[in-house]
């Protein structure tokens, strides 16, 4: 897991090339395009093995993702940004058919942005603001991981998704992708993993100390105190301070004298 106590940015190199032409009915894999895909569909970037360099997933602690980029694809149409959850055990909890230890489930549908256009073809489209709170945290109660990434949905069939190519298929980027799409409230194992793709997505992370759901460094009006946000900034203006958060009243029982 990656460390940060300011805004990062996460996910892909944008200056990539858009070098292949797949909708959601089309499945890459290994440079072969295959046709068994659905009309809608999610992608999810893991980044390059051993580095970590250009994943989606989220830094440790709570956080906000802020704003979002995306490359347009061969044909545009209707996308969004969907949150998805992992959870890794300390413990092997299963192996998979060659027989390797798996401590990773994934994913849980944890929330999703506004519905976007996608941006033209080839062509890095302008940020767009979100509000979408994320996590990766220990729990200790379950002994796991709880830990959050950045996925693309593609919501119709012939809208072009934004991906690269990299052409090694042993060391490259790594992807996760759901067919259909991963819609609100699921729970799904059935994403196919390939090497070699990265999904052209992009977006910024701010720590969301007092965890109330608003980025620390570019929304939140009042960080350390989840109970105060003002509502404009001459309403800020106008106030003293942000308030300290309430303390927690402690119930003492009082002792009968004798």
């Not at 945290?137 to 072009?160: H, K, M, R, T």
């Not at 980025?215 to 009042?222: V, W």
Request: hydrophobic share 35%; glycine share 12%; proline share 9%.
């Amino acid at each position: 897991m990656r460390t940060a106590s300011a805004a990062v940015t996460i996910g892909a190199d944008l200056n990539r090339p858009v070098n292949v032409n797949v909708d959601c009915r089309l499945v890459p894999f290994s440079g072969v395009v295959f046709p068994f895909g659905d009309n809608t569909c999610t992608w999810f970037g893991s980044g390059i093995p051993f580095t970590g360099a250009e994943s989606g997933i989220v830094p440790d602690g709570p956080g906000v993702i802020t704003r979002i980029r995306v490359k347009g694809g061969a044909s545009g149409g209707p996308m969004q940004v969907t949150i998805l959850r992992s959870i890794r055990s300390r413990q092997v909890v299963g192996t998979t058919p060659g027989g390797a230890g798996v401590n990773v489930a994934c994913c849980i549908w944890q929330g999703e942005s506004q519905v976007f256009a996608a941006p033209p073809p080839g062509q890095i489209g302008p940020s767009v603001g979100v509000r979408l709170p994320v996590v990766s945290e220990y729990i200790a109660q379950n002994d796991a991981y709880n830990f959050d990434s950045i996925a693309l949905s593609i919501l119709a069939p012939g809208v072009g998704v934004p991906l690269h190519d990299s052409g090694d298929y042993n060391g490259g980027p790594a992807t996760g992708t759901y067919y259909p799409h991963l819609s609100r409230g699921q729970q799904r194992v059935d994403s196919r993993g390939s090497v070699g793709y990265q999904i052209l997505l992009q977006a910024d992370w701010e720590p969301d100390a007092d965890r109330d759901g608003f980025g620390d460094e570019s929304q939140d009006s009042c960080p350390g105190n989840a109970a105060v946000q003002f509502r404009s900034r001459r309403e800020k203006a106008h106030a003293a301070a942000c308030p300290p958060p309430p303390r927690r009243r402690r119930n003492r029982l009082r002792r009968s004298r004798r």
